[in-house]
């Protein structure tokens, strides 16, 4: 980790037929999901690359997945498996990883996003810089595309499985970051690329980028 800066911890499943973007299947098919998820983590980490080239780490799922995103990813990726009992497990672990090599700030990224904008980082890392504890940027139908924190924060860690998960997932995690004492900054809600009418509204926005439009236009 640069000492100096921010790190990213992206949280990648990795790309392996049938197992990724099921929801997708009907409407561009296994081939094309299995690709999209590949170009989905690529992107992110260029992304990454733009905010903090030195500084990106990836907690991977499944453990043995690391020689396959290695080959996507390059050799500038700092990559250990994903570990620990749910999502809240994985994300306390991972970003303990990550602070024990420098102390933060810390954005934690899901590769979801069909397309992903400077801002997002820069905004998170500018509410951090203002004296948030946490960031959250939500996705409308439930979840997370990004959470960004100051320093080792336990509080959010402990919060149950279902903060991550679902509809009330923002409020959720706002409320109880609150009740820890936490200042929390929001980001703009997004669109996560989980089904159709996802990839059909991805396809609308004319930023989409081509490598991600021309996955999603097979079945559109």
Not at 164 to 189: F, Q
């Amino acid at each position: 980790m640069n000492p100096g800066g921010p790190a990213i911890l992206i949280m990648a499943r990795a790309p392996r037929r049938g197992e990724v973007r099921r929801a997708l299947e009907p409407m561009i098919g296994a081939d094309a999901c299995l690709a999209l998820q590949a170009a989905l983590i690529v992107q992110t980490v260029a992304w990454a690359r733009e905010l903090q080239p030195r500084a990106i780490n990836m907690a991977h799922d499944p453990p043995d997945a690391a020689a396959e995103l290695r080959r996507l990813v390059g050799a500038d990726v700092a990559m250990f498996p994903q570990n620990g009992d749910g999502i809240t497990g994985r994300l306390a672990d991972g970003a303990a990883r990550v602070f024990s090599r420098g102390p933060g700030p810390l954005l934690i990224v899901w590769p979801d996003l069909p397309t992903w904008r400077p801002a997002h980082g820069h905004g998170a890392l500018g509410d951090l810089r203002d004296g948030c504890d946490v960031v959250l940027g939500p996705v409308c139908e439930g979840g997370f595309y990004l959470v960004g924190i100051s320093r080792p924060t336990s509080e959010l860690f402990k919060l149950p499985e279902s903060t991550w998960r679902g509809s009330d997932a923002m409020s959720l995690a706002a409320a109880a970051s609150n009740h820890a004492g936490l200042g929390v900054g929001v980001l703009r809600v997004e669109r996560a690329l989980h089904r159709p009418s996802d990839a059909r509204a991805a396809l609308a926005d004319p930023t989409l980028p081509e490598s991600v439009a021309r996955l999603l236009g097979r079945g559109a």
